[in-house]
């Protein structure tokens, strides 16, 4: 499983950052810096789908 975050939308509520700051690394601004595609670790695929539910602007996805 990959996801990858929408730079275009991130707006740094880091709400993603709160479910997982392992997953959803974020920069010195607050924005999420995952990139278009990070690798999740077999048995945080559940944690990754909280954290791309958590973003109110939908900025997060899962790449296929
Ligand atoms: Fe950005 Fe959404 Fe996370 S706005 S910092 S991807 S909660």
Redesign the pocket.
């Known amino acids: 499983m990959k996801i990858g975050?929408d730079n275009q939308r991130?707006?740094?509520?880091?709400?993603?950052?709160a479910v997982s700051a392992d997953i959803?690394t974020?920069d010195e601004y607050?924005?999420?810096n995952i990139g278009a595609a990070k690798g999740v670790d077999i048995g945080e695929e559940q944690l990754a789908a909280e954290g791309i539910s958590?973003?109110?602007?939908d900025?997060?996805h899962v790449v296929d």
Request: charged share 10%; proline share 5%.
């Open positions: 975050v991130c707006s740094g509520h880091a709400r993603c950052y959803f974020i607050g924005y999420c958590a973003c109110p602007e900025a997060l």
